[in-house]
């Protein structure tokens, strides 16, 4: 069998490495159109940062994974073609900030049905809207050459920092197809590579609309439950309550459960933020307003929760950080990951320096152009943004220390070293919950935690 993987990025490269590992019979080759990023998967510096990436593409590329940017001829070889492409919000026309941009998944539906040859599986990996196989089909179907197409959704349900361990042990691998024979045949088929590792009552197969919404609704619920614990945050800040005793009480309720419910500056990453627009979008399209607002008001909290934490810096450094520096730890999205797509800190920068404060950022993984970029635009310049080399360097001579990604080297700092390099009074305000403040208090930090008292 060859597989073929569209795209090389989180979801692509990630995923496709797995397969290879777990299927050594089975030639697995990852294309796309950017030549540098090709070129970094066949080196020893991936595109991309997953802890243990490195260990699962070094054992199987060469042997039966390979990274090329001939896309034509891979789409002749293959027998399965994973669409692993972008599917980023739309920013103009119709549905501008909450559909789905789809224009990437026609292109490579077009580039199938122009450069095959053969019968094809096609798998939907990118996340979709409901109906996008439909849109597939009709493109590919529409080739003069007779030939038959099967399309599939699969959806990725990958958390990044943890993606590997995801792909190895799945909570459960999605397939929907056709309620056809040819549909169940394609079904089965895809079924059986996954097979391979993952136990067979972990492999859920539905009709094609079932999973492609699963996606959008999965994403969702993990979103409305970080939002439902940072808004509660608010209210135990105002009462004395603690947010994380509160998450833990409620927690042990098994109809609840503990997953999900650490309070934080907001949720960001490519998935939760874009997803829930695509969904309240769906929602209006289905003449379902109240529903959608539903949905919305889940984007606002968090929208909200982010701006709520830059005005508490403002508010504790006596209401004003002009020509004051804020170090900001941390810029991914989340911990161990490069990620900085909707990340809380590209925010929480922006709001600082329409405050007039001078920014400092230190992030272990994310590089200072990517970090300047996301803030302020592409070549675009600010002498009030820098970025520290280390975490001690952001923090000396700052008036106050925000922590916005929860990176494990953050808990270890020496802040008494820290504390006695910085103006006094000096401020933490700890957006993830990560640190011990009561013995920051006793260094003489002036202290604050999302939902702490």
Request: hydrophobic share 45%; net charge neutral; proline share 4%.
């Amino acid at each position: 069998m060859n597989i073929c993987c569209i795209g090389a990025g989180y979801v692509g490269g990630p995923t496709m490495a797995m397969i290879a590992l777990k299927c050594p019979d089975i030639t697995v080759t990852v294309v796309d159109m950017n030549a540098k990023r090709i070129a970094a998967w066949n080196t020893g510096q991936l595109p991309i940062f997953e802890p243990g990436l490195d260990e699962v593409v070094n054992q199987a590329r060469g042997r039966n994974l390979f990274f090329s940017t001939d896309v034509a001829g891979q789409i002749k070889k293959a027998d399965i073609i994973f669409v692993a492409v972008n599917t980023p919000t739309k920013s103009y026309g119709v549905g501008a900030g909450r559909a789905a941009d789809l224009r990437y998944i026609e292109s490579v539906a077009r580039t199938i049905a122009e450069h095959a040859e053969s019968d094809k599986i096609i798998v939907e990996k990118s996340t979709i809207p409901v109906k996008t196989a439909d849109a597939i089909q009709a493109i590919v179907a529409s080739n003069s050459k007779g030939l038959k197409f099967q399309v599939l959704s699969n959806p990725e349900f990958l958390a990044e920092g943890t993606a590997v361990k995801d792909l190895t042990n799945p909570d459960r691998v999605l397939i929907g197809g056709e309620r056809t024979p040819d549909g169940d045949c394609a079904v089965a088929t895809l079924v059986s590579v996954y097979a391979r590792w993952v136990a067979r009552d972990r492999i859920i197969t539905t009709n094609l609309w079932s999973s492609e919404l699963s996606k959008l609704v999965a994403n969702a619920f993990l979103a409305q439950r970080i939002s439902s614990i940072n808004s509660i945050s608010a209210l135990c800040e105002a009462t004395g309550a603690d947010v994380d005793e509160v998450a833990n009480a409620i927690g042990k309720d098994s109809r609840i459960g503990p997953k999900f419910l650490k309070s934080s500056v907001g949720f960001g990453g490519s998935c939760f933020q874009k997803d829930i627009l695509n969904l309240t979008y769906l929602c209006e399209s289905f003449g379902l307003p109240e529903v959608a607002a539903y949905w919305t008001s889940v984007v606002g909290i968090n929208d909200w929760q982010k701006q709520r934490f830059a005005n508490r810096i403002v508010k504790e450094l006596f209401n004003t950080v002009a020509d004051k520096k804020i170090a900001v730890l941390g810029f991914a999205f989340k911990k161990d990951t490069n990620d900085t797509r909707e990340s809380a800190a590209i925010n929480i920068c922006r709001s600082l320096l329409a405050e007039q404060a001078k920014v400092c950022v230190y992030d272990p993984k994310v590089p200072a152009h990517e970090i300047t970029a996301d803030t302020l635009g592409q070549g675009v310049d600010n002498p009030r943004l820098t970025v520290a080399a280390d975490a001690y360097a952001a923090c000396a001579g700052a008036h106050a220390i925000a922590i916005v990604t929860e990176w494990d080297e953050f808990k270890t700092l020496d802040y008494a070293k820290i504390f006695a390099a910085m103006p006094k009074p000096a401020f933490i305000y700890d957006g993830r919950n990560i640190l011990d403040l009561a013995a920051l208090r006793k260094i003489g930090f002036r202290t604050a935690g999302i939902g702490k008292p």
